[in-house]
């Protein structure tokens, strides 16, 4: 499953906001400074939380929508999040079975306050995924539980 959330991701930031992240080894104390999360129900029903360092969300917006960095703004940020968090669920899904249709969720979307990062749980728990990515030292986490109701 991780080799798959791994695959979705890689496909949505590279044709998407034309970023090429890395996987990376479990990093100790790593905070992010945004969370979004979607939930989905099927066949199988959980939920995709992906965890945004603020440079890779700035760095998203600049990508996808061609802007300068003065431009780039926080509802920008977020709307980038929830899109790609969207998409990534979608495709992992449709990766997982293509002949089952899901119900997603909106995504939401939440920023820290500065003095308060969201830690990322690298403790293994039944039937959830965790994977680590980096570029040019921006962070993505993405957690997914999943279980078939």
């Known amino acids: 499953m991780k080799k798959v959330i ?3 991701i890689f496909e949505v930031f590279e ?3 034309f970023i090429f992240l890395e996987p990376v080894e ?3 104390d790593l905070t992010f400074d945004m969370e979004t999360e979607i ?3 099927g066949s199988a029903e959980g939920c995709m939380k992906m965890f945004f360092s603020d440079g890779l969300a700035s760095l998203m917006a600049r990508n996808m929508l061609s802007l300068d960095d003065e431009e780039v703004t926080d509802a920008l ?3 980038c999040s929830r899109e790609a968090i969207n998409m990534v669920c979608g495709n992992l899904l449709r990766t997982c079975d293509s002949r089952i249709i899901f119900n997603l969720s ?3 979307f939440q920023k820290n306050h500065p003095s308060d990062p969201f830690p990322f749980q690298q403790k ?3 039937n959830s995924w965790q994977s680590l990515f980096d570029v040019d030292g921006e962070s993505l986490g993405v957690l997914l539980q999943m279980q078939r109701p």
Do not use: V
Request: overall charge positive; proline content about 5%.
């Open 6 to 8: 791994a695959t979705s």
């Open 15 to 17: 044709k998407m906001f």
């Open 26 to 28: 479990k990093k100790n």
């Open 39 to 41: 939930k989905f129900t």
């Open 77 to 79: 940020k977020a709307d």
């Open 106 to 108: 909106i995504p939401t």
């Open 124 to 126: 293994a728990q039944l």
